[in-house]
């Protein structure tokens, strides 16, 4: 009985273990795209609405492409089960209620789709104006998940 | 003399204080967008590569635009003065021999550019033999960046 349950119990801390290691790779891709994402984010609102002045066609377009591509990067599957605790490279901001919340967060996240995938299209045509307004479109998604889900700091 | 002396002093702190607010930044995007980067790369070798039974053409065409919106994202725009010492998530790893081999990280960028936007092409066509070779292309183009100016682990 004593070998068997020290067996059960290295067993245990092993998958433990793993799981740990999952949960925190969850948490460091997903505190890492937002990152890069807001990095993008930040020159599109630089060009197209703070410095319309320097308003640079590639880059917006670069920029709108990486905001594209995060979005639907499959973002969702790195919010698996236990990631509402943990640290990635800094400790979780995810509300456990994630979890309870899952039609409004489904829903926010293909507006979220729909809003990148059309930025990309208004940047390519290279019009600062309607650059600007459709990037607001795309805030407003960012800023609604956060509202729900994600902890003030 | 003294107070000019101060004043000296305390806007030398502040432009320091400054500066390294911005390099911080600076490595914490550039750490954010690899980990973004290898977090789609990893799911492309799955698919294409180790596990071919599990290929999902939708899922390899989204990681490989990743690839490619991250190459195109203007990466080298985070590698400015001083920033091969200092913290984002955690301390750089960037050699500080960066900065006197400018040549040849251009050529490997301009490089890892090219064949991303390849992947990019040839993921859409859906042959994962061809995503697989290409992919190899792509992962000679990281090697080499990081073994020129990363520092090992």
Same mark, same amino acid.
């Given at each position: 009985?004593?070998?068997?349950? #020290?067996?059960?119990?290295?067993?245990? *801390?092993?998958?433990?273990?793993?799981?740990?290691?999952?949960?925190?790779?969850? #948490?460091?891709? !997903?505190?890492?795209?937002?990152?890069?994402?807001?990095?993008?984010?930040?020159?599109?609102?630089?060009?197209?609405?703070?410095?319309?002045? $320097?308003?640079?066609?590639?880059?917006?377009?670069?920029?709108?492409?990486?905001?594209?591509?995060?979005? %639907?990067?499959?973002?969702?599957?790195?919010?698996?089960?236990?990631?509402?605790?943990?640290?990635?490279?800094? *400790?979780? !901001?995810?509300?456990?209620?994630?979890?309870?919340?899952?039609?409004?967060?489904?829903?926010?996240?293909? $507006?979220?789709?729909?809003?990148?995938?059309?930025?990309?299209?208004?940047?390519? %045509?290279?019009?600062?104006?309607?650059?600007?307004?459709?990037?607001?479109?795309?805030?407003?998604?960012?800023?609604?998940?956060?509202?729900?889900? !994600?902890? !003030?700091?």
């Amino acid at each position: 009985m004593k070998l068997k349950l #020290i067996i059960a119990l290295a067993l245990g *801390a092993a998958t433990t273990a793993a799981m740990a290691g999952e949960v925190e790779d969850q #948490i460091r891709f !997903r505190q890492s795209a937002y990152s890069f994402l807001g990095w993008n984010t930040a020159k599109i609102k630089a060009q197209a609405a703070d410095h319309p002045e $320097t308003f640079n066609k590639d880059q917006v377009i670069a920029a709108a492409n990486a905001v594209a591509a995060v979005a %639907n990067s499959g973002l969702l599957s790195l919010y698996g089960p236990g990631t509402d605790k943990g640290t990635g490279w800094k *400790a979780t !901001r995810l509300k456990p209620e994630f979890f309870e919340k899952q039609d409004e967060v489904k829903e926010i996240e293909a $507006t979220f789709i729909k809003e990148a995938n059309e930025l990309q299209k208004v940047a390519a %045509n290279g019009d600062p104006a309607e650059v600007k307004a459709q990037f607001g479109k795309v805030g407003a998604t960012c800023k609604s998940c956060h509202d729900l889900i !994600r902890v !003030r700091e």
